[in-house]
Nanobody
Framework: QVQLAESGGGLVQAGGSLGLSCEAS????????MGWYRQAPGKQRELVAV???????IYADSVKGRFTISRGNAKNTVYLQMNSLKPEDTGVYYC??????????WGQGTQVTVSS
């Protein structure tokens, strides 16, 4: 079983920044993509950003230009740098990893709250 350990999150004022980190227990050679999803209260979980093993990045339109996703040197870690945060960014952020087997795993989530 692959485990995803998330860190970061917290409470910030609008316009502030936060950085999220996720480390997967799976082999770096087994991971094809890692990313972040978020879920606001009463809303569906949505894609925030994803990065593939080849370095391709995909962002939700709502975060383009403000968030940056990257992978660590070990390539079993993923980071999400969130700048110019807005109240609508508030939600639980979940790390996701997809393996070459197409199995997908989720972290338990970390709360991000942006106050106005």
């Amino acid at each position: 079983q692959v485990q995803l350990a998330e860190s970061g999150g917290g409470l910030v004022q609008a316009g502030g920044s936060l950085g999220l980190s996720c480390e997967a227990s799976a082999s770096i050679f087994s991971i094809t993509a890692m990313g972040w999803y978020r879920q606001a209260p009463g809303k569906q979980r949505e894609l925030v950003a994803v990065i593939t093993s080849g370095g391709i990045r995909i962002y939700a339109d709502s975060v383009k230009g403000r968030f940056t996703i990257s992978r660590g040197n070990a390539k079993n870690t993923v980071y999400l740098q969130m700048n110019s945060l807005k109240p609508e960014d508030t939600g639980v952020y979940y790390c996701n990893a997809r393996l070459r087997s197409d199995d997908a795993y989720w972290g338990q989530g970390t709360q991000v709250t942006v106050s106005s």
